[in-house]
């Protein structure tokens, strides 16, 4: 597969989450993600653009944020980046807990960042280029081994 790219832009609309789990959905199926791995994706992508939604834009819809697709051979990357107010550092450090047996004992406050750690296998954050706050959320594409450049072809 050749390196490729799409950018949207997305206004800070949480009504807009359900079009954007369906462009993830498609672009994973044509990246050659099996239907779970496309699921727990999908998860960890509306979880990261949720977090843009209330965190970096603050709830205003009038604020956007960008979401990048990267596809190359043996990765696929993920990019968002939101036009609000920075992150503090901790807000992104990777919380080593595990989500409790009782659902409803579930309390927000770091679980989603906990989630997307999980599910990809590189993920890095760091402040906008000038402003607002950057995820990217990195995937070994199916078939590739964990040394990059070897393929599992058995």
Not at 38 to 53: F, H, K, S, Y
């Amino acid at each position: 597969m050749n390196p490729r790219e799409i950018l949207i832009e997305v206004a800070a609309d949480p009504k807009l989450l359900g079009t954007i789990r369906g462009m993830v959905r498609s672009y994973l199926a044509e990246a050659g993600f099996d239907r779970e791995r496309t699921d727990e994706v999908v998860l960890g992508v509306d979880e990261a653009c949720t977090n843009a939604i209330r965190h970096g834009c603050r709830g205003c819809e009038d604020l956007t944020f960008r979401i990048t697709f990267r596809a190359d051979d043996d990765w696929l990357e993920i990019e968002l980046l939101d036009s609000g107010d920075p992150a503090p550092p901790e807000a992104f450090q990777r919380k080593p807990r595990t989500p409790p047996s009782d659902p409803s004992a579930v309390q927000p406050g770091g679980l989603g960042v906990y989630l997307i750690y999980e599910v990809f296998d590189e993920v890095s954050f760091s402040s906008g280029p000038d402003i607002g706050n950057c995820v990217t959320m990195r995937l070994k594409r199916p078939g590739h081994s964990d040394k990059i450049g070897l393929r599992d072809d058995t």
